[in-house]
Structure formats: structure tokens, C-alpha cells
């Protein structure tokens, strides 16, 4: 077989006008690619944990506008951002992408998630919204052989088992008092948060960072829209309001933009813990300027999803590679 194949190729060789078909080469992936993609999402968390505090400053600086109008001046600063540099150099059109369903699907799970975040935050603050948030991980290791079939290892399972655990400590304190709508978001947008991811993944094989964050942007602004039918809005009075507003949707801007190209560089499982050092600055964040101090079962609860949620994608990865690795039948 292997004989006869060579000997066809060497005829279609010598054959005038006919080339013996070639096979694609093989590019290695660039040795400095991961490290790339972890430097990407280890700013893309620091810049997420400046927009969470900017949005607590916000809510802090004018307690009256209510959270739907900051994130929707947010998706707005992050939609001209986005549009000002593309129609000065005429790539509007490149913007829209390969038109995949995934990328709308993007946009409605990101930014009914960054609606209900931006909520939370305002609700019980930065810090422990964030952890709380954070729970898509869990979601995604939960769903997973739902969806994927694929079977958690024993170890998997301790870790999510580790990771409700700590989150049922952060859910405590306001569960038992009178604000549960808040955690509520907080959780909700940490599930709505994995179904993005997912749908990042898929739409960034094809398209640039800039397209799967304008996606996130165009869905944002109808969305809220539509949301501002049934409300009347109270918007931001004051330089100060302003300001923490302004920072928030620059800091976005750059950190989905760092976000996406990181997962179009690095494995999913060493984005997956460097993202959770996200939570950790905007709970430094919450305490060093708003004096936002969690008691010891929040701290407790935050330290349980660090070190669980930093484990998970590792051990999902694992059981992963153990799977490929075995004979089939």
C-alpha cells in the first residue's frame, strides 16, 4: 500500500502540469504561547477586579442610580471603544465576524450575567459578589457530564463538593438576614457566566478577541433596552458618580479583549485557576478603599473556593488526559 502510494505520486510528479497532492504542515504551538495566555488572564482578572470596585464606588458614590443604568453605560463606554478605532480604519464589516449563533449566544448569556453581577455588587459588594460569581467554574465541572457525558473522577467531585461548601459559608450571613437577593444574583450570574464561556470557546476559534466582545456589547445595549421599557432609569449626576462609571467600562474594555485572547492561547485549566485570582483583588479592593471587611465564615467560604476552584480545572484536565490515554474496547 505504502509502495503503491509513492510510486503514484512519483508518476503524478513527473506527469506534466500535475502535482502530487501535499499534506498540510504541522505547526507546533509557539513555546511561549501559554505563558502568553496566563500573562493575558492574569491582567484580564486584575482589570475585571477595577471594574467590579468601580461599580461599588459607583453605587457608594450615588446610591440612588440604580445598577441596570451603570452597567449599561458600561457596555456602552466598551461598544465605542470597540466601534471609534474599527470605522477610522474601515473594519466595521470585520467586526460581525463569521456570523456563528454561538457568538449571539455569547452576548445574551455575558450580559444577563454582567446584569445580574453588577446588581449583586451594588447589593453586598465587590469582594464577596465576586467569589460568589465565580461559582461558574462549579457550574461548568456540574454540567459537564450532563452535557459532555463524561465522568467526574472521585477527586473532581471532592473538589466541587469543596468548592458549594465554601460558597454555602459566603451564602450564610445574607441568607439569614434580610438581603438574599443579592447572593442570589451573585450565584445566577456565575451560572449564566459558564454558558458564556462555553460559547467563547467555540466563537473564538474563528474570530478575532474584538468580534466575541462587540457581540457581548450589540446583545448588551438591546438588552438593556428592553429592560429600561419597564423601568424608569435614574441616571448619574456628579463627576464623582461619573468617574467611577468611566473607570469601570475601560477597565472592561481591556480585560474581555485580554480574556478572549487568552483562551485562544493558553490550555482551559490554567485559565481556570489563574482566573480566580479575580475574587482575591476585588476583595483586596473592597477592603483597601470601601473598609469592606467579610466576617470569619465569608473569609472561611472564600478561602474554600480558592483553593477548591484553583484545583478543579487541573483534576478536570487530568481525568481528561487519563480517559484519552486508556485502549479503547
Known amino acids: 500500500?505504502?509502495?503503491?502510494?509513492?510510486?503514484?505520486?512519483?508518476?503524478?510528479?513527473?506527469?506534466?502540469?500535475?502535482t502530487a497532492p501535499s499534506r498540510p504542515a504541522f505547526r507546533y504551538p509557539h513555546p511561549t504561547d501559554a505563558r502568553r495566555g496566563l500573562i493575558s488572564m492574569l491582567a484580564a482578572s486584575l482589570l475585571?477586579?477595577?471594574?467590579?470596585?468601580?461599580?461599588?464606588?459607583a453605587s457608594q458614590a450615588d446610591p440612588a442610580v440604580p445598577a441596570a443604568v451603570v452597567s449599561f453605560i458600561r457596555v456602552v463606554i466598551n461598544l465605542s471603544l470597540l466601534l471609534i478605532p474599527a470605522l477610522f480604519t474601515g473594519g466595521l464589516l470585520a467586526l460581525f465576524g463569521d456570523l456563528r449563533p454561538s457568538l449571539w449566544w455569547r452576548g445574551i448569556f455575558g450580559a444577563t450575567a454582567l446584569m445580574l453581577s453588577f446588581a449583586a455588587i451594588a447589593?453586598?459588594?465587590?469582594?464577596?459578589?465576586?467569589?460568589?460569581?465565580?461559582?461558574?467554574?462549579?457550574?461548568?465541572?456540574?454540567l459537564s457530564p450532563l452535557v459532555l457525558g463524561q465522568?467526574?473522577?472521585?477527586?473532581?467531585?471532592?473538589?466541587?463538593?469543596?468548592?458549594?461548601?465554601?460558597?454555602?459559608?459566603?451564602?450564610?450571613?445574607?441568607?439569614?438576614?434580610?438581603?438574599?437577593?443579592?447572593?442570589?444574583?451573585?450565584l445566577a450570574s456565575g451560572g449564566l457566566a459558564a454558558l458564556a464561556y462555553l460559547m467563547v470557546a467555540r466563537s473564538g476559534r474563528s474570530n478575532p478577541p474584538s468580534t466575541v466582545v462587540f457581540y457581548f456589547c450589540l446583545v448588551g445595549v438591546f438588552l438593556h433596552l428592553v429592560f429600561f421599557t419597564w423601568t424608569s432609569p435614574h441616571w448619574p449626576r456628579g463627576a464623582a458618580v461619573w468617574l467611577w462609571i468611566l473607570g469601570s467600562g475601560v477597565a472592561a474594555t481591556g480585560a474581555q479583549l485580554l480574556m478572549t485572547r487568552a483562551y485562544q492561547h493558553a490550555p482551559a485549566a490554567l485559565l481556570g485557576a489563574?482566573?480566580?485570582?479575580?475574587?482575591?483583588?476585588?476583595?483586596?479592593?473592597?477592603?483597601?478603599?470601601?473598609?469592606?471587611?467579610?466576617?470569619?465564615?465569608?473569609?472561611?467560604?472564600?478561602?474554600?473556593?480558592?483553593?477548591?476552584?484553583m484545583t478543579l480545572p487541573f483534576l478536570i484536565a487530568r481525568a481528561q488526559a487519563t480517559r484519552g490515554a486508556l485502549p479503547e474496547g
Not at 126 to 142: I, P
Open 48 to 57: 475585571f477586579s477595577i471594574m467590579n470596585a468601580c461599580v461599588f464606588g
Open 274 to 309: 489563574v482566573g480566580y485570582t479575580g475574587p482575591v483583588f476585588s476583595l483586596a479592593w473592597d477592603m483597601l478603599l470601601f473598609g469592606q471587611r467579610p466576617g470569619p465564615k465569608a473569609l472561611l467560604g472564600c478561602a474554600l473556593v480558592l483553593v477548591c476552584g
Open 123 to 142: 447589593r453586598i459588594g465587590a469582594g464577596e459578589a465576586a467569589f460568589l460569581h465565580s461559582s461558574s467554574g462549579v457550574f461548568l465541572a456540574l
Open 151 to 186: 465522568r467526574s473522577s472521585a477527586g473532581v467531585w471532592l473538589a466541587i463538593g469543596g468548592s458549594l461548601a465554601g460558597l454555602a459559608l459566603l451564602l450564610s450571613p445574607h441568607w439569614n438576614g434580610d438581603d438574599r437577593l443579592g447572593p442570589s444574583m451573585a
Open 1 to 18: 500500500m505504502l509502495m503503491a502510494r509513492r510510486r503514484r505520486n512519483a508518476h503524478l510528479r513527473n506527469r506534466p502540469g500535475k
